[in-house]
C-alpha cells in the first residue's frame, strides 16, 4: 500500500484490519484463527504489527483496540520480565521462556509503549538469558522466533 495508490490495495487492507480488529478477544488477545475466543503472545504481536503498519499506511486503527491489546500483553508479564504464553496455561505455560518475552516486549512497541518499566524488565530478561546469536543455532524450541523478535526489541 505505501508503494502504490492502488485504491483496491487500501480496500482489502481495510478489510483486513477491520477482521483483526472484530477478532480480538475479551481480553485484548488474538489467537491462530479469526475467532473471538482465546488469545496468546505469538499471535497477538503478529496482529498488533499488522495493525501498526496498517496505522502507517494511513488506515483507520481505533485506540481502543491497541489499549486492550496492550493490557493483554501487560498481563502477560510475569514477575521474573519474562511473557507467559497465555493468561491461563494454554498447552505452552504460562512461564517466561526468552522468544515469547522478545515478542512481548515487541508488541508493546508496536502498540507505541516504547519507554516503559515492563519493557525495561522484559530486555533485562532477554538480556539474562544470555540468547546473543551464535554461530549454530541452539538446540531449543522457537530459536530463530527468538532471534528475530529479541533483534527488534533490542533495537
Known amino acids: ?5 492502488d485504491s483496491r490495495i487500501k480496500e482489502k487492507l481495510q478489510l483486513a484490519v477491520k477482521l483483526i480488529i472484530s477478532t480480538q478477544n475479551k481480553d485484548g488477545g488474538w489467537r491462530y484463527f479469526p475467532v473471538a475466543r482465546e488469545a496468546d503472545v505469538s499471535a497477538t504481536v503478529c496482529q498488533m ?22 493490557q493483554y500483553i ?3 508479564q510475569n514477575p521474573d520480565g519474562g511473557f507467559a504464553y497465555m493468561l491461563t496455561g494454554g498447552g505452552m505455560g504460562v512461564g517466561s521462556l526468552m522468544p515469547r518475552s522478545a515478542a512481548g516486549v515487541v508488541a508493546l512497541y508496536s502498540a507505541g509503549v516504547y519507554q516503559d ?5 522484559g530486555l533485562r530478561y532477554i538480556e539474562e538469558q544470555s540468547h546473543l546469536p551464535q554461530h549454530q543455532p541452539r538446540q531449543e524450541g522457537f530459536y530463530f522466533y527468538g532471534q528475530y523478535y ?3 526489541a533490542m533495537w
Open 74 to 76: 501487560r498481563r502477560c
Open 150 to 152: 529479541a533483534a527488534q
Open 1 to 5: 500500500s505505501g508503494m502504490t495508490n
Open 117 to 121: 518499566p515492563q519493557i525495561e524488565r
Open 49 to 70: 504489527m499488522a495493525l501498526r503498519a496498517a496505522r502507517n499506511a494511513g488506515l483507520a486503527v481505533p485506540k481502543t483496540t491497541v489499549d486492550a491489546c496492550v
